[in-house]
């Protein structure tokens, strides 16, 4: 009913960054009934992480080990969600995945992000 893609992951030196993207496409019912969207992190071995939301209307959370240094956000005409990650850290390597609520939550397949030393 609803895809969602990640793009944007990849290998960044230690204070570097990039920037994620999670594309919506399917149904435009579904898609238009997206309330929250998030980013997540996992590390094998480990559970997921929430690390950002941003509702409807724009109001945005953060884990603390993010806060000041990532930036959510989402372009509702474009169907896509973004994050911005800056002064990265190597403890910030994980695969991350977008979700989003609709009827009922969406997965994107992860995007691997690394961070080298």
């Known amino acids: 009913q609803v895809q969602l893609v990640e793009s944007g992951g990849g290998l960044v030196q230690a204070g570097g960054s990039l920037r994620l993207s999670c594309a919506a496409s399917?149904?435009?019912?579904?898609?238009?009934?997206?309330?929250?969207m998030a980013w997540y992190r996992q590390v094998p071995g480990k559970e997921r992480e929430l690390v950002a939301t941003i509702s409807r209307v724009g109001s945005t959370n953060y884990a603390d080990s993010v806060k000041g240094r990532f930036t959510i956000s989402r372009d509702s005409a474009k169907k896509t969600m973004y994050l911005q990650m800056n002064n990265m850290k190597p403890e910030d390597t994980a695969i991350y995945y977008c979700?989003?609520?609709?009827?009922?939550?969406?997965w994107g397949q992860g995007t691997q992000v690394t961070v080298s030393s």
């Open positions: 979700n989003a609520n609709s009827n009922r939550p969406y």
């Open positions: 399917g149904s435009i019912f579904w898609i238009n009934k997206i309330d929250d």
